[in-house]
Each structure stands twice: as C-alpha cells, then as structure tokens.
Nanobody
Framework: QVQLKESGGGLVQAGGSLRLSCAAS????????MGWFRQAPGKEREFVAG????????NYSDSVKGRFTSSRDNAKNMVYLQMNSLKPEDTAVYYC???????????????WGQGIQVTVSS
C-alpha cells in the first residue's frame, strides 16, 4: 500500500509560479514511474507530466511543455511539479499519480492522491 498527499497549490496570477509537491508514504520501495494529471471543471482528467524511477527521463503534455518541470527525490519519497508562466487555462485540480510494483509478481498498480486546487487568475 502507498499513500499520496499533494501540497503547494493555491491562487496565483497569470504569469506567476507555483510548485506542487507530492509526498509518498507506505510501501514506497515499490514505486516506479510517477506523474501528474489535472482535471478542470467539466473536462476529463488529462496527463500533465511524467518522470521515470531514476528521474532521468521526463515527459510533458504539449500544453505545458517548456513551462512545467517535474522532478523527484527518491530519498525523501517526493515528486515535484514546478509550474512557471501559469495561464488561466492551467486552472484545475492536480493529482499525483504513482505506479507501484507488486513485490511477488510483474503486476503494477496505479495509485492517486486526493488532488489539490490550482487557480490562475487573469
């Protein structure tokens, strides 16, 4: 089992920055890839950023590429999302996501945080 908790959200003006943090606890030794998703009102949840287990590989959606940066600190069981040059369309609930490998098989399971609100005003 693993538990995830996001922090660092809030209200910011367009052009500003925020850094989201996701703290993992529990069976953290089984965590592989981690990522961020978001969901705006009336829209489906969408992928934002992903990062490999080592942190050496990241990928981003086209809408945030060049503005957002994901990183992780495995020693602290943390993953981060640095958001710069924020736009009103970035307003959404942001969710931390991890993939956890079963210790006795090849099975990977996905876990989600509760989500945190990010609001960007114009």
């Amino acid at each position: 089992q693993v538990q995830l908790k996001e922090s660092g959200g809030g209200l910011v003006q367009a052009g500003g920055s925020l850094r989201l943090s996701c703290a993992a606890s529990g069976r953290t030794f089984g965590i592989y890839a981690m990522g961020w998703f978001r969901q705006a009102p009336g829209k489906e949840r969408e992928f934002v950023a992903g990062i490999s287990r080592s942190g050496g590989t990241t990928n981003y959606s086209d809408s945030v590429k060049g503005r957002f940066t994901s990183s992780r600190d495995n020693a602290k069981n943390m993953v981060y999302l640095q958001m710069n040059s924020l736009k009103p369309e970035d307003t959404a609930v942001y969710y931390c996501n991890v993939w956890l490998k079963d210790s006795d098989s090849y099975v990977f399971r996905s876990y989600w945080g509760q989500g945190i609100q990010v609001t960007v005003s114009s």
